[in-house]
């Protein structure tokens, strides 16, 4: 009889540990990816040792995934609408190739080719949001289309042709802008670096503390509702894909700090990438839930396995295997906590 | 004699081949409950719809104390202080019982940041929150920054009703509030809508429940096959006669012959 009594109480000690566990991830999913970026930092620096658990590889890490972690955050605010953009390296690629030929070719000041370049991403960000409110073409369409319609234009208007670094760094030094770097230790901090941690600060910040904010999360979660509550919904989701579009455009100009040069080619994997990112970084594809750290911690962990693996001397094929495992298992877990919350 | 607060007159809505409601009208006199009844299919959501500005009648007009007026969205009805509470409920389960209440007219900081960023005050919206939720006496809640989803049913419901309640200042509309209930927390959401009744507010109230219609209306709105059938007073009439009517069984004419 005491031995049940016991047991029992050392089984409920369990359950309720468990269950407080449960609780807290719901309230901050944002500690399972950041629990994985720590364990991963952890395993690969035993595994590879200082050559990966020094300044320089970790602040490297940060400038692998500036480009892809900036365009993370535009990424998250539409997928926490419940869509999705798949047109945004393409409309960053294009806000670059704006930006550069606008200076080299047309002899504009390049404070205003930028201008133009950000606005060119506005641009085609509101275009995704007015197919997206007003004309109701699913997210996934109509920036499948956009994505096509932005690249071919960036093709035919640049000629494929790439700005080199040099012809940059002479002629227009504030488009490479972001490439400038701060050094202190081994640490190298670009400005890309910076720019996409302040951005990352500014838009949970922004989406926990504004109106505006608060409807991103709304809409998501269930866009009647939000309608009857009256909430503008279309105002609202045009906003958010013409904001997701000034944010590639930003990342377009990034981009040209990375690379030094401007290239058309570049940047087309950014979309799928930058999918990865929010998903590992548990925003949920349903809308409505997730947070934009996250998506940071998520564009880190992905940084972390390919540096760990390629300085493993793995080859380049695990990192994906990898991350293809991370995706599917954070899916999992969202529905997972779906679940849980609607029981 | 006393003019009805809100009036509509000939309202249409047709969803391609589908009448959903077809010349119906509707009093509402002030401070009175109103409750709509009929059955399934009949129409009674769609003309709340309307009234709250939920969808927009293809025919008809909408007189609200005397003056024709148009609703394009939610938003305009709530201008007017009309407030529903739809089926659904509207709420946002992710956010938090504050949020909810205040959501799409949320209290801003004053000064810049509140204008230009539209930055949200948000101890002012818990503050209120929490003393609405008391005054009508649902402080069963603990925790204000609680996500809805966490909540019960009923308690969501009061949400809904006390969201109303606040914002509405001539005419709240209740769809169904006690459909998904138990007895206890049907009796809590009767008592609400008692409590918005003596602060003067007119209500319009849909169920299917008819001790609870016949406990509250003060008139009933019979609704068949997409228009007014008939408005009765609960005292002249039974429950069963009133079902009869719904389903047809009974003429209203009947009503009069029965009275006599």
């Known amino acids: 009889m005491n031995d049940n009594y016991q047991l029992n109480s050392v089984f409920n000690y369990r359950e309720t540990l468990m269950s407080k566990a449960k609780n807290y991830i719901q309230d901050f999913p944002v500690l399972i990816p950041f629990f994985i970026l720590l364990s991963s930092i952890l395993v690969f620096g035993l595994l590879v040792g200082d050559r990966f658990f020094s300044a320089f590889a970790l602040t490297l890490i940060l400038q692998q995934v500036a480009i892809v972690g900036i365009i993370g955050v535009a990424q998250s605010i539409v997928i926490l609408t419940a869509g999705i953009d798949l047109s945004v390296g393409a409309i960053a690629v294009l806000s670059s190739v704006v930006m550069g030929k606008f200076t080299i070719d047309l002899g504009l000041p390049p404070e205003i080719a930028i201008l133009c370049g950000l606005l060119c991403g506005t641009f085609f960000g509101a275009i995704n949001g007015v197919l997206v409110a007003k004309v109701k073409v699913p997210p996934f369409i109509a920036t499948l289309g956009l994505w096509m319609i932005v690249l071919a234009i960036n093709f035919l208007y640049s000629g494929s042709e790439v700005i080199s670094a040099q012809t940059l760094s002479t002629e227009a030094p504030l488009l490479q802008f972001f490439g400038n770097k701060i050094e202190f230790g081994g640490a190298i901090f670009t400005y890309g670096v910076i720019f996409m941690l302040l951005l990352v600060v500014l838009m949970s910040y922004v989406l926990s503390q504004t109106a505006w904010g608060r409807h991103v999360y709304a809409v998501g979660d269930d866009p009647s509702a939000m309608m009857l509550s009256g909430v503008n919904v279309d105002r609202t989701i045009i906003s958010v894909y013409a904001i997701a579009g000034l944010i590639c455009a930003f990342a377009g100009w990034a981009l040209i700090g990375r690379l030094g040069s401007i290239s058309p080619q570049a940047g087309q994997m950014a979309n799928i990438e930058s999918i990865t990112a929010v998903v590992i970084g548990g925003i949920s594809l349903f809308g409505g839930r997730g947070s934009v750290v996250g998506t940071l911690f998520g564009a880190l962990i992905v940084g972390v396995f390919s540096l760990g693996l390629r300085l493993l001397g793995a080859d380049v094929q695990w990192t994906y295997l990898l991350i293809g495992v991370l995706i599917i298992t954070a899916v999992t877990i969202d529905q997972y906590i779906r679940k849980e919350v609607s029981s | ?260």
């Not at chain 2, 000939?10 to 010349?23: C, F, M, N």
């Not at chain 2, 509707?26 to 003309?47: H, M, R, S, W, Y």
């Not at chain 2, 394009?72 to 019982?97: C, F, M």
């Open chain 2, 1 to 260: 004699m006393i003019n009805p607060i809100l009036t509509a007159h000939g309202l249409t809505k047709r969803y391609g081949k589908v009448t959903a409601i077809e010349d119906s009208d509707l009093d509402l006199f002030p401070g009175e409950v109103l409750a709509i009844i009929g059955d399934n299919g009949a129409g009674k959501t769609t003309l709340i719809k309307a009234l709250s500005g939920a969808i927009q009648a293809d025919q008809g007009k909408i007189m609200l104390e005397g003056n024709e007026i148009a609703f394009n969205s939610p938003i305009d009805a709530r201008k007017y202080g009309i407030e529903t509470v739809h089926q659904t409920l509207a709420l946002s389960p992710a956010l938090s019982i504050a949020e909810n209440m205040f959501m799409g007219r949320e209290i801003l900081k004053t000064g810049l940041i509140g204008k230009v960023f539209r930055k949200l005050d948000k101890n002012k919206m818990r503050k209120i929150a929490r003393e609405k939720l008391s005054e009508l006496g649902l402080m069963t809640i603990q925790n204000i920054n609680q996500k809805v989803e966490t909540l019960s049913g009923g308690q969501r419901q009061g949400i809904a009703v006390v969201r109303a309640a606040i914002f509405g200042t001539k005419i709240v509309i209740l769809d169904e509030p006690t459909a998904a209930l138990g007895v206890k927390e049907s009796r809590r959401v009767l008592e609400l809508i008692q409590e918005i009744k003596l602060r003067g507010i007119s209500i319009i109230i849909i169920s299917h429940n008819m001790p609870h219609v016949f406990e509250i209306a003060d008139r009933i709105h019979v609704h068949r096959l997409g228009k007014r059938l008939c408005e009765i007073n609960p005292k002249d009439i039974s429950m069963s006669e009133a079902v009869a009517l719904m389903t047809g069984a009974m003429k209203p004419e009947k009503i009069k012959e029965n009275n006599r």
